[in-house]
């Protein structure tokens, strides 16, 4: 059973850093396509960064473009998110997700972790 935990979420005022990690246990990590998505209070999921299994392509949303940086450890199995010059806009529960090799759809999920930005 693949399992994906994460953490690092907080209350922030704006323009600080948070940096969110995500655990995955359970499954192949380093064959995982990876991404962030986040869900604002009445909004949709919206992707918010992508990486490619060796992490060496990454794409992300225009909102977060070059205020975030996707990262991951395969030898830690461990996806990270680095957030600098949070806005109040960024406000929202992250979650991670992992879509498997030759797959469409992310099939795995995190619970969700909650980032709250302060204006």
């Known amino acids: 059973q693949v399992q994906l935990t994460e953490s690092g979420g907080g209350l922030v005022q704006a323009g600080d850093s948070l940096r969110l990690s995500c655990t995955v246990s359970g499954g192949t990590f380093s064959t995982y396509i990876m991404a962030w998505f986040r869900q604002a209070p009445g909004k949709e999921h919206d992707l918010v960064a992508r990486?490619?299994?060796?992490?060496?392509?990454?794409t992300y949303a225009e909102s977060v473009e070059g205020r975030f940086t996707i990262s991951r450890d395969n030898a830690k199995n461990t996806l990270y998110l680095q957030m600098n010059s949070l806005k109040p806009e960024d406000t929202a529960v992250y979650y991670c997700a992992a879509r498997p090799r030759g797959m469409g759809s992310y099939d795995y999920w995190g619970q969700g972790t909650r980032v709250t930005v302060s204006s």
């Open positions: 990486i490619n299994a060796s992490g060496r392509d990454e």
